[in-house]
């Protein structure tokens, strides 16, 4: 598990935009956190770092938002997502099988429909003060010696 801490929003984007240079196709980032947390500005990054000219913004009532490129970044909110029928009418298992970087907020509500292989889970939490984050990172895809 790698542990970063962001002090601005503009850092966590950075930190978004590390791991994305990162990502080969297929990974999907799960987002674990409360609202406020800085999950779509870690997207933008992560769609920079993919080399992406994306204006990335939140997928709240659109539940995905798909932006293009040499690999596609998908980035689903499922906030509202309640039930396996719910998932299954976003489009999430397709997306996951044509090799897109998926990037799902809300993780927490489809925990059990999370692949094992290539899973990112980043946990978003509040720091000492206001615009403090703490980030932890885990997952195959997560490469440590990058993070030092």
Do not use: Q
């Not at 609202?35 to 770092?49: D, E, P």
């Not at 995905?64 to 906030?79: A, N, Q």
């Amino acid at each position: 598990m790698i542990e970063v801490y962001s002090s601005s929003p503009a850092e966590t984007e950075a930190f978004g935009e590390r791991l994305g240079a990162t990502l080969k196709g297929g990974e999907v980032v799960a987002y674990f956190g409360g609202l406020g947390m800085g999950k779509t500005r870690f997207t933008a990054g992560l769609a920079k770092g993919m080399g992406l000219d994306a204006d990335v913004s939140s997928p709240t009532f659109a539940i995905v938002h798909e932006y293009r490129g040499k690999i596609p970044l998908c980035h689903f909110d499922m906030y509202r997502i309640s039930t396996f029928d719910d998932l299954c009418t976003t489009g999430f298992f397709d997306y996951i099988d044509n090799g897109s970087v998926l990037a799902v907020e809300w993780s927490e509500n489809i925990e059990n429909a999370l692949p094992e292989e290539k899973l990112i889970v980043i946990e978003f939490e509040c720091g000492k003060s206001d615009d403090e984050r703490v980030l932890r990172m885990s997952g195959e895809s997560v490469y440590e010696d990058s993070w030092r």
